[in-house]
């Protein structure tokens, strides 16, 4: 680990040629593996660190090992061609240009190419071989291909959670269930990207995008294997003969690893015991090391995802991308453990979005100032808008103007719905389970319609539903119950910002895992007849009825296994559900969530919610996580708005 910037490049070129054969060690063991020979290995000419490069230092991150077991054999990679792209949008790409060296530029293969490929049909063919770069020059194009790595993402999950279920309920062994999804979704076709070997960003990908499992990389064409740090396009299938790398996930595993964010020292792969980080045999100049090296040479720009560790991500550990580095010099020399080491000093392109890890260090740090009710960094106007109505403290920043209206309107933290007419009947609603969690002769439960739990043992939701019945005040069960997942607080710290795309809009501090319960929409309930009709873009009123139904998306695995022989997910059968028959006044009361902002491509939808004794007529508008949501993440929900405009 840096604990200081590295020091600026020296005035004469560098060394032009990797040492590859070390000076002989008497002492030392002999590596088992070859190193390559040098009629392999061309002149080098690093890429110079300019002072525009060098003057983007940050604070020094903390990555953490990335423990993962051995994946061989887990996963079973098919060579099946994977049609992503529906045949009606085309995927213009291009052949990526490498930068010239000394010994000539490379020449491009290709001319500019249009690629598509049809969804209905998964042919069964190698994977495509064409080296290209993505352009997606419209706004249209980036709501196509977000929306379709939000498919893929909703699909893994959904697998994940069906495996992990199966697992609990059968008391077997711990199984890799997210590898089983992805190998479901690969073998289906549902791998995104699988025709061309894309260098660059991915589109649909955002800088910042948080990741809680790495083979979810592979299925969204971030990185190519569930397993080596570096993933690259083989020799073959490069013009020069040369292995190229395109993505590396960097976890601080290394002994010689530095990063300080914007500069990031990475050590090749192998010669390393599993979970040491000390290396006990020399590294070879081969494989995935090798393509990191040519990447320097060629000037290849390469996409880094760090790996955390962070206790609120299922696994343990949350893989973040941070956009586009290139490698500006390779070496290879002894190490801190004195065996021999390949070292990449690679550098963050430029005029790309704030990097995805420093957002996070950003966030802890507000956290723990709220928790030590210390001063906030300049720009908030308010240390809490809800003035402890909520769990957590609601802060509020604006560092584009002076506006603070906001601060005017009272905050109310739940909706006072009225009481259900008959208090007779109010007496027979309510489960008498005197447990915790409610089983499946739960009342409650019953009433949503059976096949399992409505939420996991996490709290986050199983499967989306057109209403959720929850145990209630008139139920017998604690507060503890499995089946209370959203009446106990928000458990994400949030705060309202001012934006200049969406004047106010609400972000989150926190990582939030997809299916968790973010918060409740809040106002003044106004009871209506099926003849009223209220515009929900005026920005004072909210209608449930004018949501659109994504929490048909949330679960949903039928892509993976529509036909699939081995499908014991039994088929959901849900209740009727008579629509809402209110609206939300938030012209005088109002909480956050009034400050979601619209979009195309959520990343939360809203559930309804009825508890035990309330009246069905109003459910509660719960807001849930559809996508991971890393911190400093805006938070955004389908309003079911029709211009096209918003939408872009």
């Known amino acids: 680990m840096a604990s200081s910037p590295p020091p600026p490049p020296p005035p004469h070129p560098l060394p032009t040629q990797i040492p590859l054969t070390p000076k002989p060690d008497p002492d030392a063991p002999q590596s088992p593996s070859p190193v390559p020979s040098t009629s392999l290995i061309p002149k080098l000419e690093p890429i110079a660190l300019t002072p525009e490069l060098c003057d983007v230092y940050r604070r020094e991150l903390e990555p953490s090992p990335d423990g993962h077991p051995d994946l061989t054999g887990h996963l079973h990679f098919t060579q099946h061609q994977i049609d992503a792209v529906p045949a009606d949008h085309r995927l213009v790409v291009s052949n990526p240009q490498p930068e010239p060296n000394p010994q000539g530029s490379i020449p491009p293969a290709h001319s500019d190419t249009s690629v598509s490929s049809s969804s209905s049909t998964a042919k069964k063919r190698a994977r495509g071989g064409e080296m290209v770069r993505v352009n997606t020059v419209t706004p249209q194009d980036h709501i196509h291909f977000r929306s379709l790595v939000r498919r893929a993402r909703l699909t893994f999950e959904a697998l994940r959670g069906i495996y992990q279920r199966e697992e609990s309920y059968d008391g077997g062994p711990r199984n890799r269930f997210d590898l089983r999804a992805s190998s479901k979704m690969l073998s289906r076709g549902l791998w995104l990207y699988r025709d061309v070997r894309i260098v660059g960003p991915i589109p649909g990908v955002l800088v910042g995008d948080a990741f809680h499992y790495r083979a979810e990389l592979c299925v969204v064409g971030l990185h190519c294997t569930p397993q080596a740090g570096i993933g690259y396009i083989p020799a073959s299938l490069v013009s020069e ?203 409650c439960v019953i009433k949503n319609g059976g096949g399992g739990p409505v939420y996991n043992e ?47 809009g609400a972000r989150t501090l926190d990582l939030i895992q997809p299916g968790a319960f973010v918060c409740e929409y809040s106002g003044d309930v106004v009871v209506t007849t099926g003849e009223c009709e209220f515009a929900m873009d005026e920005g004072s009123v909210i209608d449930p009825k004018r949501f659109p139904k994504r929490w048909t998306e949330w679960g949903d695995a039928s892509p993976a296994l529509v036909g699939d022989d081995d499908d014991r997910v039994p088929r959901p059968q849900f209740p009727h559900f008579q629509e809402p028959g209110y609206v939300l006044d938030v012209s005088r009361r109002r909480n956050l969530a009034s400050y979601i902002s619209h979009s195309c491509t959520p990343n939360v939808f809203v559930q309804y919610v009825v508890r035990g004794g309330e009246n069905e007529s109003c459910p509660h508008l719960m807001v849930f996580a559809m996508d991971a949501i890393p911190p400093m993440r805006e938070l955004s929900i389908d309003y079911g708005m029709d211009d096209q405009q918003i939408c872009a």
Not at 276 to 290: C, K, P, Y
Not at 481 to 502: D, I
């Open 458 to 504: 996490d709290g986050t939701l199983v499967r989306g539903r057109p209403v959720v019945y929850e145990c209630g005040a008139l139920c017998g069960c604690p507060m503890s119950c499995g089946n209370r997942a959203t009446q106990r607080g928000m458990k994400h710290t949030l705060e309202v910002f001012r934006s200049m795309e969406t004047e106010w």
């Open 241 to 443: 003969g040369h292995p190229v790398a395109t993505s590396i996930v960097s976890s601080g595993g290394y002994l010689d690893d530095e990063d300080n964010g914007q500069v990031l020292v990475y050590s090749g792969s192998g010669g390393r015991q599993r979970n040491r980080v000390e290396h006990h045999a020399d590294q070879t100049l081969e494989r995935g090391n090798l393509a990191l090296h040519y990447s320097c040479h060629y000037g290849v720009e390469v996409r880094v995802i760090r790996c955390h560790a962070c206790d609120s991500s299922p696994s343990r550990k949350v893989y973040v991308y941070d956009g586009l580095y290139k490698a500006v010099s390779s070496t290879y020399e002894p190490g801190k453990s004195g065996r021999h080491v390949c070292k990449y000093t690679l550098v963050r392109i430029p005029g790309q979005e704030e990097l995805g890890s420093s957002n996070w260090c950003l966030a802890k740090d507000i956290k723990d100032k709220l928790l030590a009710n210390q001063a906030l960094p300049p720009g908030y106007i308010s240390p809490d808008l809800s003035n402890g109505r909520e769990v957590l403290r609601v802060p509020v920043f604006n560092g584009v103007d002076h506006e603070s209206s906001l601060l005017d309107f009272d905050y109310i933290a739940r909706p006072e719905f009225p009481l259900p007419l008959s208090r007779v009947k109010q007496q027979h609603w309510g489960c008498h389970c005197v447990t915790s969690p409610c089983g499946p002769e739960c009342g």
